[in-house]
């Protein structure tokens, strides 16, 4: 009895990392990625540079998923 309530609490545990971890990547990419938008559109040479500022938020996401793995393979 208490191996399945751990299950499904690591469960819950889990799907609580990957949507906290793809809010908070939606929040961050929508500020980003406007405000360099704007930027590209008067300087498109920072546009490299920019890019990679707005790839470096999907970290958060694998960060959620890694702790997911985790959980689940814990039982």
Do not use: D, N, R
Not at 14 to 23: K, N, R, S, T
């Amino acid at each position: 009895m208490v191996a399945i309530e751990t299950a499904g609490l690591a469960a819950i545990g889990a799907g609580i990392a990957l949507l906290g971890g793809g809010i908070g990547t939606g929040l961050a990419q929508a500020a980003i990625g406007s405000s360099a938008m704007g930027v590209i559109a008067e300087k498109p040479e920072q546009a490299t540079k920019l890019i990679i500022w707005l790839v470096i938020p999907e970290s958060i996401v694998i960060l959620g998923f890694v702790i997911a793995f985790m959980l689940i393979g814990v039982k």
